[in-house]
C-alpha cells in the first residue's frame, strides 16, 4: 500500500504546470506521519479522503489492466456510473479512438460528451514496489480547459507542447532562463535526437512516432525531480536541464535502451543520440547552449542505441569550418579551386606503375587545404559526389593528356565515396568518361573502400562486375580497417586489395596483426587479386612486407602526394607498367 501512496505522491507533483503541488505535499508529508504511528485501518481512511478530494481524476488498474479503483473526479470526467469497471471501460474506448497505446507517459486530448468539449491531460506509470514488483498501474486525469480558457490558458498554449504536454521551444527557453539565473549549482544541458525518425515515422505511421515520442518524454519524467527543466524543443528532439551532480550516464542509457526495446522491428532499430553542454556562463542564452549540446549530439559516430557525447571547443571550431566549408563549396569548383595531388604506387625498387589521385583545395587565400579538412564535411552534407565527380573527371583527363607521352601506361586510382553509391550511377560515369576522353578504361582504377563494400555488400559485388566487365580495375581500399574485412572477400572479387599500414600503428598487438597481415596477403594472391600496401613510410616495414610477400607499396617511404607537374619531372623515365593482373607477380 505505502508503494502505490509513494507512487501517487511522486507522480502527481512531477507536474511542472500544477495547481495540487501544495496539497500534495501536506498529503505526503501526512502518510509519512500516520503510517508510523497508526494502524492500517486509518491509513487507507485517510488515503481514500485524499484521493477523493484531490482535484484531479484517479485512476487505479490492478495487473490485468482492469480498472479496480478510481476517485470522484475520474467518474464525473468521463461521464461514468461509479464502478471503475464501467469507468475503466469508457476510459480505453476514448484512449483507443485516439491511437494512443496504454504505456505512453502522458499526452493532452479532447474529451467530448455531447457538444461540450474539454481538454484532458492524462499521464500513465507503472506502479513498481520497492522490490521492482509490479503492482499495477495508475493514470491521473487533470482537466486543463480551465487553464487553457483563462487567461493563463494562452501562456500555456504558448509555452507547451501539445502532444507531451512537456515544455515546448519558448516554455523550455523561458524556464531554464529562470532556473539558471537563480542557482549557484553546476547545470548540464542535455540535448537527444532520434536516430533517422523520419524513417521511423514513414516505416510505423505517425501515431507509433508519437507514442515513442511520448515514452521519451516518460523518460524524462523518471529522470527528473521537480525543479529540473525539461521539454520537446521540436521534433524529435527534447532537451533537459539538469544538474550536473545528478547526472547519471548509465541510468540514462538503461531507460533508453528500455524504450529501444518496445521498437520490434527488422528493418528498424531505435538509436539515440545525446549531445551534453556544461553550463559554464549562466548568462549565455539558452539556445546558444542548446545548439552548443546538439553539435556534441551530431558528433556521435558510433551506432550505440544509446550514444552520449559531451561537448568540447573543438567541436565549436570544427562547426565553424564546416559552414565555411560548405558556403564555399560551391562557388570553390565553380572557380576550379580543387586540383589532384599525385601519390606514386611503385615497386620495392622505386619504379612506378601507378599513382593515385588525392583531392586538394587550393585556396586563394588559405592556401593548401587537405582532405581531412572538406571529405567528410562534404560528405555529411551529401556533396561529395559533386566533388569525386570532379576530381575523376580530372583524372580522366590527365590520363588523355599523357597518351603519346613517355607516362602513357601508368594507371591513376581515383576514390569512390560511400555515398557516391548512392547518388551516382558509378558505372554510367565512368564509361562515360572512358569514352568523352577516349582512354583505355584499364588505366582508370576505381578505389571502393571496404566500408562502403560492407554497407551493402550484394550490391557493391555486382557493380564491381559491371566495372570489370566494361574493362575497369576495382581496388579495395583501407582493406582490414573494418571488423568484417575477410567475411566480405567471399563475396567480393576486386582486382586489388589496398591495405592501410594504419591498421598496424592503430593496434596494441603488434604480433598479432602482422600474422593476420601475413594471412590477408597470401589469402588475397590465393584468390587471384594483388595487394597494395599503403602508408608504409620505414625501411624496416618495407622489409618486412616484402617478406611477406607484398610486392606493391605506397607511402611517405617513397614519396608523400605531389602536384602533378612533380610527380611528371620526378617520374618520367623510372616506369615500369605491366598489366593489373601481373602486377604483383611480378616482383
Ligand atoms: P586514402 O584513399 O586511403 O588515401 C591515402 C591517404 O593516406 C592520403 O591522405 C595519403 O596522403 C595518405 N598516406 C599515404 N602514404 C602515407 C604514409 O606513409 N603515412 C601516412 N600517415 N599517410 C599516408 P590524403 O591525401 O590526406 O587523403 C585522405 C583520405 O581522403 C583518402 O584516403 C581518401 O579516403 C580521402 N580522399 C582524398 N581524395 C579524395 C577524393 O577525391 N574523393 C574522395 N571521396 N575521397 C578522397
Ligand atoms: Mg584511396
Ligand atoms: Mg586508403
Known amino acids: 500500500m505505502l508503494d502505490v501512496i509513494q507512487n501517487l505522491v511522486d507522480f502527481t507533483g512531477e507536474s511542472e504546470y500544477n495547481g495540487h503541488m501544495d496539497a500534495n505535499l501536506i498529503f505526503g508529508q501526512s502518510i509519512n506521519y500516520i503510517s508510523k504511528k497508526s494502524d492500517p485501518a486509518d491509513l487507507i481512511r485517510l488515503v481514500n479522503y485524499g484521493v477523493q478530494s484531490i482535484g484531479i481524476g484517479i485512476l487505479f488498474l490492478d495487473r490485468n489492466r482492469k480498472c479496480v479503483y478510481a476517485n470522484k473526479h475520474a467518474f464525473s470526467m468521463f461521464h461514468s456510473e461509479e464502478n471503475p469497471e464501467v469507468l475503466g471501460n469508457i476510459f480505453f474506448e476514448w484512449m483507443s479512438g485516439l491511437g494512443i497505446a496504454q504505456t ?13 468539449e474539454r481538454l484532458y491531460r492524462v499521464r500513465f506509470r507503472s506502479i513498481i514496489d520497492s522490490s521492482n514488483i509490479l503492482l499495477g498501474y ?9 487553464i487553457v480558457e ?3 490558458g494562452e501562456q500555456y498554449r504558448l509555452t507547451h507542447d501539445e502532444l507531451t504536454g512537456l515544455y515546448n521551444r519558448e516554455g523550455f527557453n523561458e524556464a531554464a532562463r529562470e532556473l539558471l539565473k537563480e542557482t549557484e549549482e553546476s547545470y548540464l544541458l542535455l540535448y537527444s535526437n532520434i536516430k533517422d525518425f523520419k524513417l521511423f515515422n514513414q516505416l510505423f505511421g505517425i501515431d507509433k512516432g508519437n507514442d515513442i515520442l511520448m515514452n521519451i518524454g516518460d523518460m524524462m519524467l523518471q529522470h527528473v525531480r521537480v525543479g529540473d527543466i525539461y521539454g520537446r524543443i521540436n521534433g524529435d528532439h527534447f532537451a533537459m536541464c539538469i544538474p550536473k551532480a545528478r547526472f547519471d550516464e548509465k541510468g540514462f542509457k538503461e531507460l533508453v535502451r528500455e524504450i529501444a526495446g518496445r521498437v520490434t522491428s527488422k528493418t528498424y532499430s531505435l538509436h539515440m543520440q545525446i549531445g551534453v553542454y556544461e553550463v559554464r556562463d549562466s548568462y549565455m542564452d539558452i539556445p546558444l547552449m542548446c545548439d552548443r549540446a546538439y553539435m556534441a549530439c551530431k558528433s556521435i559516430k558510433k551506432d550505440g542505441v544509446c550514444e552520449i557525447a559531451w561537448y568540447s571547443d573543438e567541436m565549436l571550431v570544427n562547426a565553424l569550418l564546416e559552414k565555411e566549408v560548405l558556403s564555399s563549396f560551391d562557388f570553390a569548383i565553380f572557380n576550379k579551386q580543387f586540383g589532384i595531388y599525385l601519390q606514386p604506387q611503385v615497386y620495392p625498387d622505386g619504379t612506378v606503375f601507378g599513382a593515385e589521385a ?38 580522366a583527363a590527365q590520363l588523355a593528356a599523357w597518351k603519346g607521352t613517355e607516362m602513357e601506361g601508368l594507371s591513376i586510382s581515383i576514390n569512390v565515396s560511400p555515398k557516391d553509391l548512392y547518388y551516382l550511377d558509378i558505372k554510367k560515369e565512368f564509361m562515360n568518361l572512358a569514352r568523352q576522353y577516349d582512354i583505355d578504361p584499364k588505366y582508370l582504377n576505381i578505389e571502393i573502400t571496404e566500408t562502403a563494400v560492407t554497407s551493402d555488400v550484394a550490391k557493391c559485388a555486382k557493380l564491381i562486375l559491371e566495372l570489370q566487365s566494361s574493362g575497369f580495375s576495382v581496388e579495395i581500399d583501407d582493406f582490414g580497417s573494418g571488423y568484417s574485412s575477410l567475411n566480405m572477400l567471399k563475396d567480393i572479387n576486386a582486382n586489388v586489395l589496398k ?13 598479432r596483426a602482422h600474422v593476420i597481415l601475413n594471412y590477408t596477403i597470401d589469402m588475397a594472391h590465393e584468390l587471384g587479386m594483388g595487394v597494395i600496401t599503403e602508408g608504409v613510410e620505414t625501411k624496416e616495414q618495407l622489409d618486412f612486407l616484402m617478406g611477406m610477400g607484398c610486392g606493391m607499396f605506397q607511402g611517405f617511404y617513397f614519396d608523400r602526394p605531389m602536384p602533378v607537374e612533380s610527380f611528371e619531372d620526378k617520374y618520367r623515365g623510372k616506369i615500369k607498367t605491366i598489366v593489373t593482373e601481373e602486377k604483383d607477380h611480378e616482383i
Not at 369 to 386: G, Q, T
Not at 500 to 511: P, Q, S
Open 499 to 511: 591495405i592501410d599500414m594504419g591498421f598496424l600503428r592503430r593496434t596494441d598487438n603488434l604480433e
Open 150 to 152: 483563462n487567461s493563463t
Open 358 to 395: 588525392l583531392a586538394r583545395w587550393i585556396h586563394p587565400e588559405n592556401g593548401l587545404i587537405e582532405p581531412s579538412v572538406f571529405i567528410n564535411v562534404l560528405e555529411r552534407a551529401d556533396l561529395i559526389y559533386k566533388l569525386d565527380r570532379y576530381i575523376w573527371e580530372l583524372a
Open 138 to 146: 495508475m493514470y491521473t486525469v487533470q482537466n486543463l480547459s480551465d
Open 104 to 116: 505512453a507517459a502522458s499526452w493532452c486530448r479532447v474529451y467530448s460528451n455531447g457538444d461540450k
